[in-house]
């Protein structure tokens, strides 16, 4: 039987069979990334949208908003300017203690100008009388004395030239602090109002974030509007970045200089100062026949000597010491300091001592070169016995009610409420702080000033007290006055 084959089928066999071989061919050199379809979904217009994979890697907008919020705080807390005004206030104080200080020394001048008259009046006088060599030297000191007032008048000019730079800084000052206040105080409030508006508007994005994530699945596949939320954190950036304290900087360099200024003035001040003051003990050394030795610190002491051959005995003198603020200022008299050396104590820190010498009725002064000075680790110690509720020392009774008296080692404590002498569990003496006691340096004869205190609990029993240091000593002092401060009770030497 004969099979009969259509050819119409054959035809399309045979297309069949071209179209799978094509395929091969053109496949076997390309190289497809899935082995399935990708999915699609359908847009606007019916055109094929590509479905947006989710990025693990990065930040989700909710942290970049969070982490934007911490920014924006500390850029918040870095704009307060409380510290610096305080800079300025005290910078301006400053430059007003050292006007102050400036007026001070016009006192000075005129004395300085007297005392060169009345020399060279003096040798004009002793010029008349004497001839030959002796009236050449006398000439010549007469030169050596219009030279010292030349001297003394250029330096006057300079401290004047001086002391008019110091107060055109001062007034210069004083206008840039209250411009720097003025303008740190409006460029403070308006960072503070556009940083909260910032911190505002980002809360409110957070918010919004919040109830997007909370929304159905529908609406979060139409996706946030997240251009917007861009443009105002971008916004936020631009206000943190416009506030940078860079103003505030400058000021700060600029008021550093100034101090430098200041700063220059002064030593230079105190230099012109100084050297006027030796002009001036160079002068009165001269007529002066006794010197004060002694280092000018706390825990020394100072001592008076003769000078030259035609110094008397210092013994057979009359001797006051003093205090002062300074050399031209009004000076105290130290009761019961009548002896040729003074051990100065806690309370002459800071002031100048000066000694009256009476001698057949003419008086003659000696004076420290400048203020005593405090002695060193003497406020490490104390502070460290300020730690203690009570603070013992080791101490000798050298006398006791103005009588000498040989005793062995005592503790004398310093307490908050009270001072205490003992000897193991024996009490020799015992008070509160009041008004009737007294404290402070020794002023009479003693074998060691420097370490000796003398001490009255009240009127009629009195105690001279031996330290094993000065530092000892000193610290005791300033303990007490201290403690007794706090009580309401002033602490000082005899008829202070």
Sequence with gaps: MTKTVCPKKTEEKKVVCEEEALVEQISADVSFAFNHFPSYKLGPDDQIVDEPEDDSKGLSVKDVVDKEIGDLSDQHMQLSVRDLAC????????????????????????????????????????????????????????????????????????????????????????????????????????????????RALVMRLGGTFEEQELSSKASREQGPNVEKLVEEVQEARRIKRMHKPTKVIGMQHELYDLKSQIREKSAYSVKLQREIAIIKRAEGSKSCPYVLDGSQSLGSCLRIRASSDIGVDISKCSIQWYRAASESSRREAISGANWSVYAPEPFDVGRVIQADILLNGQKFTVTTDGPINTAAGLESRVESLLRKSNSEFTVVISQMN???????????????????????????????????????????????????????????????????????RNAAIVLARKYADDCNVTLVGPDD
């Excluded at 009195?462 to 094993?468: D, H, I, N, S």
């Design 87 to 198: 800079k300025f206030d005290k910078n301006l104080a400053a430059a007003s203690k050292l006007v102050d200080e400036a007026k001070l020394n016009e006192v000075t001048s005129l004395e300085g100008h007297v005392m060169l008259k009345k020399l060279r009046d003096a040798l004009e006088t002793v010029r008349g009388r004497m001839d030959g060599r002796n009236r050449e030297e006398v000439e010549k000191a007469i030169s050596m004395v219009e030279a010292l007032a030349v001297k003394l008048t250029q330096n006057e000019g300079e401290l004047i030239q001086d002391k008019f730079e110091v107060k055109k800084l001062a007034s210069f000052l004083k206008k840039a602090s209250e411009d720097a206040k003025k303008l740190v105080n409006q460029e403070k409030s308006f960072a503070c109002a556009e940083i909260d508006s910032a």
């Design 402 to 472: 103005g009588q000498d008296h040989s005793s062995r080692s005592h503790v004398f404590t310093v307490g908050k409420a009270r001072i205490k002498l003992s000897r193991g569990w024996i009490t020799k003496a015992r008070e509160i702080y009041s008004t009737s006691m007294q404290l402070c340096g020794v002023r009479g004869n003693a074998n060691l000033p420097a370490k000796a205190l003398f001490w009255q609990l009240r009127k009629g029993i009195t105690f001279l007290l031996t330290f094993e240091s000065e530092q000892e």
